[in-house]
């Protein structure tokens, strides 16, 4: 792949991050004409020449993933019927990756479905950020890069000035994300673990290590209606712990969740934007568009990606 054949293409669910990691690789945005026909159809062009170049084209299938996600696919066909040599998904979020396994009898795996949409429309490679699942990559049959924004998070912990701090998984299925940035301040790791009584299906969290007097990190790929955060520090709190802070990669919050949290404030990357009525007193994004385009920029040029973006364990 020639740094002089590709080109960066953007749908419309995030165009600001978009245009932020055209900016990071020093191009502009390919042009486009996207348009919703009356009926809710929706219609797309490429505006320029791309025969024979290798695209790469942005889009988080978030907060309307049906839409995004029909988005992409269709501005994907228009550039394969352009006769373009190689198109990469980047997908900062990856919708639909929750349901990623048969949990009960006679539900679907959607997480293969989407693989299987993007391949079959022409993708051959895809780029994304902290999947809910990294099995998910064993559902395409192309290359898969899957970041980590644990390293963004870590970097900006280590500005606040916590003392002794502690990080936290909310629950067991963050427990990875949250030892992987311990292990990055190099700070102890503790988890709330969920457990549901059978008897009476009544939940009780245990808090597996010490926060007492302590500065206290909730790590966790996915926040969307808050509900295991919003325990876990009033878990914490109870048991001691000084100040609360959540470093979450994919904020599909509301407002309401913001604030009847015991957390003191949200570090967030802009994978997915954030609704204009959220109160964003409490929040920090972080901006994901350098690392999404450093990993082009090594695609580009034939460079290992892993070297650059694997966690440290």
Do not use: W
């Amino acid at each position: 792949m020639s740094k002089d054949s590709f080109m960066l293409f953007s749908g419309t669910s995030h165009p600001k991050l978009s245009e932020e990691i055209a900016k990071s690789l020093g191009i502009r945005l390919g042009k486009t004409q996207i348009e919703l026909f009356p009926d809710g159809e929706i219609g797309a062009q490429i505006l320029e020449n791309v025969r024979g170049r290798d695209v790469f084209v942005v889009q988080s299938i978030a907060k309307k993933p049906n839409f995004y996600l029909m988005e992409l696919l269709i501005l994907i066909d228009a550039l394969k019927r352009a006769s373009v040599r190689s198109i990469v998904a980047v997908i900062p979020y990856y919708g639909y990756a929750r349901q990623d396994r048969k949990d009960k009898g006679r539900v679907p795996i959607t997480a293969k479905l989407v693989a299987n949409l993007l391949e079959t429309a022409g993708v051959t490679r895809v780029i994304t950020m902290d999947l809910h699942s990294e099995q998910i990559q064993g559902f395409f049959d192309i290359p898969v890069d899957n970041l980590y924004a644990q390293s963004l998070f870590a970097e900006k912990v280590k500005t606040l000035g916590m003392k002794n701090p502690v990080v936290c998984a909310p629950d067991v299925g963050s427990a990875k994300l949250a030892r992987l940035m311990a292990n990055q301040l190099g700070a102890d790791f503790a988890i709330v673990d969920k457990q549901r009584m059978n008897a009476k299906e009544v939940e009780t969290h245990a808090l597996i290590g010490d926060v007492q007097g302590r500065d206290v990190v909730l790590v966790d790929d996915i926040c969307s209606t808050g509900t295991t955060l919003k325990k876990a520090s009033e878990v914490v709190k109870k048991a001691g712990a000084v100040r609360v802070i959540a470093a979450v990669t994919h904020p599909l919050f509301n407002s309401e969740m913001v604030k009847e949290s015991e957390i003191d404030t949200f570090f967030v990357t802009n994978t997915v934007p954030l609704p204009e009525e959220i109160d964003h007193s409490q929040i920090e994004i972080l901006s994901v568009a350098g690392i999404f385009g450093k990993a082009i920029d090594c695609i580009i040029k034939n460079e290992s990606i892993s070297s650059l973006f694997r966690p440290r364990t």
